[in-house]
């Protein structure tokens, strides 16, 4: 069932996709500094002309050309944790996702129950099965494993653009403590981080493992933003200003950038939304770009949420149009490299 949950996120995107025929082909994201959000909803072009970001322009500005003279892990190399023995598609469509939008590497870091299972899925990606679970590990090994689990994955986390903690991650308290560890060495590494699922759960039961962390990205969906506004602001979600509340959410969380999935993507960083690969690229674009850049936003979090926003719509639109209501996670993803392809081609 709880894998059924992708389904229903990327589906929502489809439908929202189909219905609003009267946005524009070309989505357009507004960027407010001063406001903080990005929403359709909110289209004032004449006072927010110098602030709009066109998200086509974005992903065309981000995404790296292809070039023979590159070696294999430039275009990106991620890693998702997450994968237990109850859940396993969830870090699989994440990891994928990562390859078909255009990444070299993907890793998932899941527990030994799970590694099997996600292997099957796909021999393209890379699996470690280094995670444990209460129910394997003994109240007086529980230190000496944490420690060990930690060492295999410090390992590996320089190498890494970006993490994706959450998908099918569960909510075992022991492997919730492992993550936490884990999610601590990554923010002294300065890497990016994209939080979804019971990465979620975790991080708004744990605050301070994302506060003040700019290179910090949640991805809740409805449900899910509906309990970090109640933890965080100790108030109900707020539709008729969203943006304004949401806002409000990133700068009480302190630093951190969140997108809160749903009819319309509303992305926030406090000063002004496949994410990870994205993030990871818009990095590279601005440490590279020099002063003729005509991107008006310079935050790579902002512009690789803005990216993977657009991505995943046009990708479940194109995926909608083919299978109607048949529709499922696999066919949206197919559809990733076409999406971007349609915007910015490859050659």
């Given at each position: 069932m709880r894998d059924g949950m992708n389904y229903r996120i990327l589906l929502?995107?489809?439908?929202?996709?189909?219905?609003?025929?009267?946005?524009?082909?070309r989505q357009q994201f507004l960027i407010r500094c001063v406001g903080g959000s990005i929403d359709h909803r909110h289209r004032d072009m004449q006072a927010l002309r110098s602030l709009e970001v066109d998200s086509q322009t974005v992903i065309r500005a981000i995404t790296p050309a292809l070039d023979p003279t590159r070696h294999k892990g430039q275009a990106g190399n991620i890693a998702v944790i997450g994968g237990c023995r109850e859940y396993t598609g969830a870090p699989y469509f994440a990891a994928i996702s990562a390859l078909k939008i255009g990444a070299d590497l993907s890793h998932v870091f899941c527990t030994k129950d799970a590694a099997p299972v996600i292997k099957s899925y796909s021999p393209e990606l890379i699996v470690h099965p280094v995670l444990e679970e209460s129910y394997n590990v003994g109240e007086e090994h529980k230190s000496s494993i944490a420690s060990k689990v930690l060492a295999e994955v410090d390992k590996w986390l320089e190498r890494f653009d970006c993490?994706?903690?959450?998908?099918?991650?569960?909510?075992?308290?022991?492997?919730?403590?492992?993550?936490?560890?884990?999610?601590?060495?990554?923010?002294?590494?300065?890497?990016?981080?994209?939080?979804?699922?019971?990465?979620?759960?975790?991080?708004?039961?744990?605050?301070?493992?994302?506060?003040?962390?700019?290179?910090?990205?949640?991805?809740?969906?409805?449900?899910?933003?509906?309990?970090?506004?109640?933890?965080?602001?100790?108030?109900?979600?707020?539709?008729?200003?969203?943006?304004?509340?949401?806002?409000?959410?990133?700068?009480?969380i302190g630093g951190v950038t969140i997108l809160s999935k749903g009819n319309s993507d509303l992305i926030s960083d406090g000063d002004t939304g496949s994410v990870a690969v994205f993030l990871s690229w818009a990095r590279q674009h601005i440490l590279a770009a020099d002063s003729n850049s005509n991107l008006s936003c310079k935050n790579p979090i902002v512009l690789g949420c803005i990216a993977g926003s657009a991505i995943l719509r046009k990708a479940a639109s194109l995926a909608f149009s083919n299978k109607k209501r048949s529709t499922v996670t696999g066919d949206i993803i197919e559809c990733l490299g076409r999406s971007l392809e349609d915007i910015s081609p490859a050659c």
């Amino acid at each position: 069932m709880r894998d059924g949950m992708n389904y229903r996120i990327l589906l929502d995107s489809a439908k929202s996709c189909i219905l609003a025929s009267s946005v524009p082909r070309r989505q357009q994201f507004l960027i407010r500094c001063v406001g903080g959000s990005i929403d359709h909803r909110h289209r004032d072009m004449q006072a927010l002309r110098s602030l709009e970001v066109d998200s086509q322009t974005v992903i065309r500005a981000i995404t790296p050309a292809l070039d023979p003279t590159r070696h294999k892990g430039q275009a990106g190399n991620i890693a998702v944790i997450g994968g237990c023995r109850e859940y396993t598609g969830a870090p699989y469509f994440a990891a994928i996702s990562a390859l078909k939008i255009g990444a070299d590497l993907s890793h998932v870091f899941c527990t030994k129950d799970a590694a099997p299972v996600i292997k099957s899925y796909s021999p393209e990606l890379i699996v470690h099965p280094v995670l444990e679970e209460s129910y394997n590990v003994g109240e007086e090994h529980k230190s000496s494993i944490a420690s060990k689990v930690l060492a295999e994955v410090d390992k590996w986390l320089e190498r890494f653009d970006c993490l994706v903690v959450g998908p099918g991650l569960g909510r075992d308290p022991f492997l919730l403590d492992c993550v936490s560890e884990i999610m601590r060495h990554a923010r002294r590494s300065n890497i990016p981080i994209v939080i979804d699922g019971d990465g979620l759960f975790l991080v708004t039961n744990n605050l301070e493992l994302v506060s003040g962390y700019a290179l910090a990205v949640l991805t809740p969906n409805v449900n899910e933003y509906k309990r970090l506004v109640q933890k965080v602001l100790s108030s109900e979600v707020n539709d008729i200003d969203a943006p304004q509340q949401l806002l409000s959410l990133a700068k009480q969380i302190g630093g951190v950038t969140i997108l809160s999935k749903g009819n319309s993507d509303l992305i926030s960083d406090g000063d002004t939304g496949s994410v990870a690969v994205f993030l990871s690229w818009a990095r590279q674009h601005i440490l590279a770009a020099d002063s003729n850049s005509n991107l008006s936003c310079k935050n790579p979090i902002v512009l690789g949420c803005i990216a993977g926003s657009a991505i995943l719509r046009k990708a479940a639109s194109l995926a909608f149009s083919n299978k109607k209501r048949s529709t499922v996670t696999g066919d949206i993803i197919e559809c990733l490299g076409r999406s971007l392809e349609d915007i910015s081609p490859a050659c």
